[in-house]
Protein backbone atom coordinates (compact mmCIF):
# COMPACT_ATOMS: atom_id res chain seq x y z
CA UNK A 1 0.00 0.00 0.00
CA UNK A 2 1.24 3.66 -1.19
CA UNK A 3 2.21 5.75 1.70
CA UNK A 4 -0.29 8.75 2.36
CA UNK A 5 0.84 12.09 3.94
CA UNK A 6 -0.43 13.17 6.95
CA UNK A 7 -1.20 16.50 5.05
CA UNK A 8 -2.76 14.83 2.20
CA UNK A 9 -5.12 13.56 4.96
CA UNK A 10 -6.53 15.93 7.46
CA UNK A 11 -8.50 14.13 10.11
CA UNK A 12 -10.61 15.76 13.10
CA UNK A 13 -10.93 12.20 14.83
CA UNK A 14 -10.22 9.24 12.80
CA UNK A 15 -11.35 8.88 8.54
CA UNK A 16 -13.75 5.99 7.84
CA UNK A 17 -12.54 4.64 4.23
CA UNK A 18 -14.66 2.05 2.71
CA UNK A 19 -12.00 0.64 0.94
CA UNK A 20 -11.80 -3.29 -0.21
CA UNK A 21 -9.11 -5.18 0.50
CA UNK A 22 -7.03 -6.71 -2.55
CA UNK A 23 -3.57 -8.31 -2.42
CA UNK A 24 -2.20 -8.05 -5.46
CA UNK A 25 0.44 -10.71 -5.40
CA UNK A 26 -2.26 -13.58 -4.78
CA UNK A 27 -2.97 -16.01 -7.29
CA UNK A 28 -6.72 -16.52 -8.65
CA UNK A 29 -6.93 -19.86 -6.76
CA UNK A 30 -5.44 -17.91 -3.02
CA UNK A 31 -8.05 -15.42 -3.65
CA UNK A 32 -10.89 -17.26 -4.14
CA UNK A 33 -10.15 -19.57 -1.39
CA UNK A 34 -11.65 -18.09 2.57
CA UNK A 35 -9.26 -15.99 4.59
CA UNK A 36 -8.74 -16.72 8.42
CA UNK A 37 -7.85 -12.83 8.63
CA UNK A 38 -7.12 -10.22 7.08
CA UNK A 39 -6.59 -6.21 7.84
CA UNK A 40 -9.06 -4.43 9.87
CA UNK A 41 -7.63 -1.00 10.17
CA UNK A 42 -4.07 0.70 9.66
CA UNK A 43 -2.83 2.82 12.26
CA UNK A 44 0.42 4.67 11.24
CA UNK A 45 2.77 1.93 10.86
CA UNK A 46 0.86 -0.77 12.71
CA UNK A 47 -2.36 -2.90 11.58
CA UNK A 48 -5.00 -4.18 13.80
CA UNK A 49 -6.07 -7.70 12.65
CA UNK A 50 -9.29 -9.56 12.42
CA UNK A 51 -8.02 -11.92 14.32
CA UNK A 52 -7.25 -9.08 17.20
CA UNK A 53 -10.76 -8.01 16.94
CA UNK A 54 -12.01 -11.09 17.67
CA UNK A 55 -9.71 -12.14 20.35
CA UNK A 56 -10.42 -8.68 22.36
CA UNK A 57 -14.80 -9.17 21.76
CA UNK A 58 -14.84 -12.93 22.71
CA UNK A 59 -15.83 -12.62 26.25
CA UNK A 60 -18.51 -9.43 25.56
CA UNK A 61 -20.00 -11.40 22.36
CA UNK A 62 -20.68 -14.45 24.55
CA UNK A 63 -22.03 -12.28 27.29
CA UNK A 64 -24.58 -10.58 24.18
CA UNK A 65 -25.31 -13.54 22.44
CA UNK A 66 -26.83 -15.39 26.26
CA UNK A 67 -29.10 -11.58 26.37
CA UNK A 68 -30.19 -10.38 23.11
CA UNK A 69 -31.70 -12.41 20.15
CA UNK A 70 -32.57 -11.87 16.21
CA UNK A 71 -32.24 -7.94 15.01
CA UNK A 72 -31.23 -6.76 18.67
CA UNK A 73 -28.73 -9.52 18.86
CA UNK A 74 -27.12 -8.40 15.12
CA UNK A 75 -27.15 -4.54 15.86
CA UNK A 76 -25.72 -5.20 19.01
CA UNK A 77 -22.66 -7.15 18.27
CA UNK A 78 -22.01 -4.64 15.49
CA UNK A 79 -22.24 -1.39 18.14
CA UNK A 80 -19.34 -3.79 20.13
CA UNK A 81 -17.66 -4.33 17.34
CA UNK A 82 -17.47 -1.13 16.11
CA UNK A 83 -16.47 0.29 19.91
CA UNK A 84 -13.51 -2.23 20.14
CA UNK A 85 -11.97 -1.54 17.04
CA UNK A 86 -12.36 2.56 18.11
CA UNK A 87 -10.55 1.24 21.15
CA UNK A 88 -7.72 -0.59 19.88
CA UNK A 89 -7.03 2.13 17.72
CA UNK A 90 -6.84 4.56 20.22
CA UNK A 91 -4.80 1.64 22.43
CA UNK A 92 -2.41 1.78 19.46
CA UNK A 93 -1.93 5.67 19.54
CA UNK A 94 -1.11 5.55 22.94
CA UNK A 95 1.45 2.60 22.45
CA UNK A 96 3.16 4.64 19.71
CA UNK A 97 3.10 7.32 22.02
CA UNK A 98 4.48 5.76 24.74
CA UNK A 99 7.68 4.08 22.22
CA UNK A 100 8.33 8.15 20.83
CA UNK A 101 8.72 9.66 24.41
CA UNK A 102 11.03 6.05 24.52
CA UNK A 103 8.96 5.19 27.72
CA UNK A 104 9.49 1.72 28.80
CA UNK A 105 8.75 -1.30 30.93
CA UNK A 106 11.26 -3.33 33.12
CA UNK A 107 10.60 -7.39 33.40
CA UNK A 108 10.89 -6.87 37.09
CA UNK A 109 7.76 -4.35 36.37
CA UNK A 110 5.80 -7.09 34.99
CA UNK A 111 6.07 -9.71 37.09
CA UNK A 112 5.42 -7.39 40.10
CA UNK A 113 2.01 -6.80 37.93
CA UNK A 114 1.37 -10.90 37.81
CA UNK A 115 1.97 -10.80 41.67
CA UNK A 116 -0.28 -8.55 42.22
CA UNK A 117 -3.05 -10.16 40.10
CA UNK A 118 -2.46 -13.44 41.67
CA UNK A 119 -3.10 -11.71 45.07
CA UNK A 120 -5.74 -10.31 44.08
CA UNK A 121 -7.50 -13.51 42.81
CA UNK A 122 -6.79 -13.64 39.14
CA UNK A 123 -6.44 -16.34 37.25
CA UNK A 124 -3.65 -15.21 34.51
CA UNK A 125 -0.85 -17.55 32.99
CA UNK A 126 2.31 -15.20 33.53
CA UNK A 127 4.28 -17.95 31.34
CA UNK A 128 1.95 -17.17 28.14
CA UNK A 129 3.24 -14.84 25.98
CA UNK A 130 0.55 -12.95 25.16
CA UNK A 131 -0.84 -12.78 28.70
CA UNK A 132 2.94 -10.93 29.62
CA UNK A 133 2.25 -8.97 26.20
CA UNK A 134 -1.42 -7.54 27.52
CA UNK A 135 0.28 -6.84 31.18
CA UNK A 136 2.78 -5.04 29.70
CA UNK A 137 1.16 -3.11 27.38
CA UNK A 138 -1.10 -2.26 30.47
CA UNK A 139 1.50 -0.86 32.09
CA UNK A 140 2.61 1.12 29.20
CA UNK A 141 -0.88 2.71 28.88
CA UNK A 142 -0.36 3.71 32.36
CA UNK A 143 2.73 5.39 32.52
CA UNK A 144 2.25 7.70 29.06
CA UNK A 145 -0.90 8.84 30.72
CA UNK A 146 0.35 9.69 33.92
CA UNK A 147 3.64 11.60 31.86
CA UNK A 148 1.40 13.20 29.33
CA UNK A 149 -1.59 13.69 31.32
CA UNK A 150 -2.00 13.05 35.25
CA UNK A 151 1.41 15.17 35.53
CA UNK A 152 0.06 17.99 34.02
CA UNK A 153 -3.08 18.57 36.09
CA UNK A 154 -3.22 20.67 38.74
CA UNK A 155 -5.98 21.53 41.27
CA UNK A 156 -6.51 25.15 42.73
CA UNK A 157 -8.01 26.22 46.06
CA UNK A 158 -10.27 28.35 43.94
CA UNK A 159 -11.41 25.44 41.37
CA UNK A 160 -12.46 23.60 44.65
CA UNK A 161 -14.43 26.03 45.92
CA UNK A 162 -15.98 26.13 42.46
CA UNK A 163 -16.81 22.79 42.18
CA UNK A 164 -18.09 22.75 45.87
CA UNK A 165 -20.75 25.59 45.51
CA UNK A 166 -21.47 23.95 42.15
CA UNK A 167 -22.13 20.56 43.98
CA UNK A 168 -23.76 21.16 47.36
CA UNK A 169 -26.06 18.72 47.50
CA UNK A 170 -22.89 16.21 46.84
CA UNK A 171 -22.12 17.29 50.54
CA UNK A 172 -25.26 17.70 52.30
CA UNK A 173 -26.16 15.72 55.49
CA UNK A 174 -29.68 14.21 55.30
CA UNK A 175 -32.45 15.55 57.30
CA UNK A 176 -32.24 13.70 60.89
CA UNK A 177 -35.62 12.70 63.18
CA UNK A 178 -35.89 11.55 66.17
CA UNK A 179 -38.77 9.55 66.51
CA UNK A 180 -41.10 7.99 68.70
CA UNK A 181 -43.61 5.00 67.19
CA UNK A 182 -46.58 2.73 68.21
CA UNK A 183 -46.31 -0.25 66.47
CA UNK A 184 -49.02 -2.99 65.61
CA UNK A 185 -47.54 -5.97 64.10
CA UNK A 186 -49.66 -7.63 61.70
CA UNK A 187 -49.03 -11.34 62.57
CA UNK A 188 -51.22 -13.40 59.57
CA UNK A 189 -52.95 -12.26 56.91
CA UNK A 190 -55.93 -12.53 58.55
CA UNK A 191 -54.87 -11.14 61.79
CA UNK A 192 -54.63 -7.69 59.39
CA UNK A 193 -57.93 -6.40 60.22
CA UNK A 194 -57.48 -7.05 64.30
CA UNK A 195 -54.24 -4.91 63.35
CA UNK A 196 -56.00 -1.95 61.85
CA UNK A 197 -58.86 -1.87 64.60
CA UNK A 198 -55.99 -1.47 67.13
CA UNK A 199 -54.08 0.96 65.95
CA UNK A 200 -57.61 3.15 64.83
CA UNK A 201 -57.90 3.11 68.86
CA UNK A 202 -54.75 4.05 69.37
CA UNK A 203 -55.09 6.93 67.33
CA UNK A 204 -58.42 7.96 69.19
CA UNK A 205 -56.81 7.71 72.27
CA UNK A 206 -53.79 9.87 70.91
CA UNK A 207 -57.03 12.40 69.53
CA UNK A 208 -58.44 12.77 72.48
CA UNK A 209 -54.98 13.81 74.49
CA UNK A 210 -53.51 10.63 75.79
CA UNK A 211 -49.91 11.28 76.26
CA UNK A 212 -47.79 9.28 73.05
CA UNK A 213 -45.78 7.45 76.12
CA UNK A 214 -48.87 5.70 77.73
CA UNK A 215 -50.71 4.60 74.64
CA UNK A 216 -47.89 3.15 72.88
CA UNK A 217 -47.16 0.90 76.12
CA UNK A 218 -50.78 0.27 75.94
CA UNK A 219 -51.24 -1.22 72.17
CA UNK A 220 -47.40 -0.81 70.67
CA UNK A 221 -46.01 -4.25 70.22
CA UNK A 222 -42.18 -5.02 70.43
CA UNK A 223 -39.48 -3.84 72.92
CA UNK A 224 -40.00 -0.16 72.50
CA UNK A 225 -42.97 0.13 73.92
CA UNK A 226 -41.74 -0.36 77.12
CA UNK A 227 -39.69 2.58 76.19
CA UNK A 228 -42.46 4.69 75.52
CA UNK A 229 -42.10 3.68 71.72
CA UNK A 230 -38.73 5.94 71.79
CA UNK A 231 -37.29 5.21 68.40
CA UNK A 232 -34.35 7.19 68.38
CA UNK A 233 -32.21 9.18 65.69
CA UNK A 234 -33.09 8.26 62.01
CA UNK A 235 -32.07 10.01 59.08
CA UNK A 236 -33.79 10.48 55.69
CA UNK A 237 -33.11 7.62 53.25
CA UNK A 238 -32.80 5.28 56.25
CA UNK A 239 -36.79 4.51 56.54
CA UNK A 240 -39.19 3.08 53.89
CA UNK A 241 -40.28 5.52 51.13
CA UNK A 242 -44.17 5.71 52.95
CA UNK A 243 -43.11 6.58 56.60
CA UNK A 244 -40.72 9.12 54.80
CA UNK A 245 -43.84 10.64 52.97
CA UNK A 246 -45.92 10.50 56.32
CA UNK A 247 -42.61 12.24 58.43
CA UNK A 248 -41.85 15.15 55.90
CA UNK A 249 -44.84 17.70 56.60
CA UNK A 250 -44.49 17.12 59.92
CA UNK A 251 -43.20 19.40 62.44
CA UNK A 252 -41.68 18.39 66.09
CA UNK A 253 -44.30 17.43 68.47
CA UNK A 254 -46.65 16.08 65.40
CA UNK A 255 -47.97 13.09 65.10
CA UNK A 256 -48.60 10.76 61.48
CA UNK A 257 -51.40 9.37 60.43
CA UNK A 258 -51.31 5.43 60.34
CA UNK A 259 -48.82 4.28 57.78
CA UNK A 260 -49.17 0.71 56.62
CA UNK A 261 -45.45 -1.52 55.95
CA UNK A 262 -44.36 -4.72 55.39
CA UNK A 263 -43.82 -4.80 60.12
CA UNK A 264 -47.71 -3.87 60.03
CA UNK A 265 -49.26 -0.51 61.35
CA UNK A 266 -47.28 2.46 62.76
CA UNK A 267 -48.17 5.69 64.39
CA UNK A 268 -44.99 8.46 64.01
CA UNK A 269 -44.36 11.11 66.48
CA UNK A 270 -41.37 13.39 65.82
CA UNK A 271 -39.90 14.55 68.74
CA UNK A 272 -37.01 16.68 67.14
CA UNK A 273 -36.19 17.62 63.05
CA UNK A 274 -32.68 18.57 61.86
CA UNK A 275 -33.00 20.39 58.36
CA UNK A 276 -30.51 19.12 55.84
CA UNK A 277 -27.02 20.43 56.66
CA UNK A 278 -23.81 21.20 54.74
CA UNK A 279 -20.66 19.27 55.63
CA UNK A 280 -17.84 22.47 55.69
CA UNK A 281 -15.26 23.03 52.90
CA UNK A 282 -12.43 22.42 55.02
CA UNK A 283 -13.93 19.20 55.88
CA UNK A 284 -14.34 17.89 52.75
CA UNK A 285 -11.57 19.58 50.14
CA UNK A 286 -9.43 16.88 50.02
CA UNK A 287 -12.29 15.06 48.78
CA UNK A 288 -13.00 17.86 45.96
CA UNK A 289 -9.56 17.99 45.27
CA UNK A 290 -9.83 14.37 43.99
CA UNK A 291 -12.97 14.83 42.50
CA UNK A 292 -11.78 17.75 40.48
CA UNK A 293 -8.35 15.91 39.86
CA UNK A 294 -10.35 12.93 38.25
CA UNK A 295 -12.46 14.95 36.40
CA UNK A 296 -9.69 17.65 34.73
CA UNK A 297 -7.36 14.37 34.20
CA UNK A 298 -10.35 13.04 32.01
CA UNK A 299 -11.10 15.87 29.98
CA UNK A 300 -6.72 16.29 29.63
CA UNK A 301 -7.10 12.78 28.85
CA UNK A 302 -9.47 13.68 26.12
CA UNK A 303 -7.98 16.27 24.73
CA UNK A 304 -4.59 14.64 24.20
CA UNK A 305 -6.38 11.34 22.46
CA UNK A 306 -8.01 13.64 20.25
CA UNK A 307 -4.69 15.40 19.51
CA UNK A 308 -2.89 11.94 19.10
CA UNK A 309 -5.73 10.66 16.26
CA UNK A 310 -5.30 14.33 14.70
CA UNK A 311 -1.61 13.81 13.77
CA UNK A 312 -1.61 10.31 13.15
CA UNK A 313 -2.95 8.16 9.76
CA UNK A 314 -5.24 5.85 10.48
CA UNK A 315 -7.60 3.96 7.88
CA UNK A 316 -10.61 1.66 8.46
CA UNK A 317 -10.73 -1.48 6.47
CA UNK A 318 -14.18 -2.83 7.62
Known sequence: MSSVSRRQYPMALFTVLSVSIGFLALTATFASAHLEDRIVAVVNSDLIMLSDVKRELASQQERIKQQHQGDDLAQRLKLAESMAITKMIERKLQLQE??????????????????QMKQQG???????????????????LLKVVDREVRGNVMVGESEMKRYYQGHRDRFALP??????????????????????????????ELKRGEKFEDVALQYSDGPLALQGGRVG???????????????APLVPGGISD?????DGFHIFRVEDKKPKQYR???????????????????????????????????????
Open 122 to 140: GAIDPSNPQNARTVRDQLL
Open 175 to 204: EEYTLSQILVQSRSRDGAADALTKIRKAMD
Open 280 to 318: PFQEVQYEIQGLVFEQKTEDGFQSWLADLKNKAYIEIKF
Open 258 to 262: IVEST
Open 233 to 247: LVRRGELLPPIERAL
Open 98 to 115: AKTRKIEVSDQEVKVAFE
